[in-house]
């Protein structure tokens, strides 16, 4: 049974919600995005019997879960819980070194969640890209090869903030990879 043709719309539908699910419909498109994406690399990988198509897609998903639930879980407990909220409540906001003084005591942990985060977020991209490669290889459509490069490079550069436009770009030509894939595999 051939389901390219099924992942292909899918696949389209889903990597456009996932650009631009928090304006199609807030706090549900990327989520609606995800589930169509799910649904178009389980049928590609049902296609080519290649698990792995679907296992390091998973896995790319996990690892982006755990950094920003790493993030969230050192910066919630380097402030002390929601008391950090109140607490500011207390700030002089006028003053430079009022502001200073309450936050320097966080930075440091700040730091080291970022970086966490940032880890686990290029471990994620990485998976991102094995699928990717692999479904290029099988489909003969080199533009998933890079798409997963791209998004591999938005991942490192996160850090200097200009890998945020990159991963949009290659959300992007994410879009234009599902546009791009055949209704049934090439003949080897």
Known sequence: MNKLHDAKIF????AIFMLLGGVIIPGLG???GLVFL????????DDTKDRSIFDNYLMHFILTIVAVVA?????FVSVGGFT???AMKSIDFKSPQAVWDFFSPYIAWWALGLVIGWIFFI???????????SIAEHTKVELYR?????????????????????????KIIEIACFFSLPDQLPIA
């Open 11 to 14: 696949g389209v539908i889903g």
């Open 30 to 32: 990327a989520v609606i």
């Open 38 to 45: 799910f649904i178009a690399i389980t049928y590609i990988a």
């Open 71 to 75: 993030i969230f879980i050192i910066f």
């Open 84 to 86: 950090f909220f109140s």
């Open 123 to 133: 471990v994620a991209a990485w998976y991102l890209r094995r699928s990717y490669n």
């Open 146 to 170: 890079t798409m997963g490069t791209v998004y591999l490079i938005g991942a490192i550069t996160t850090i200097v903030l200009i890998g945020f436009l990159i991963i949009l770009v290659a």
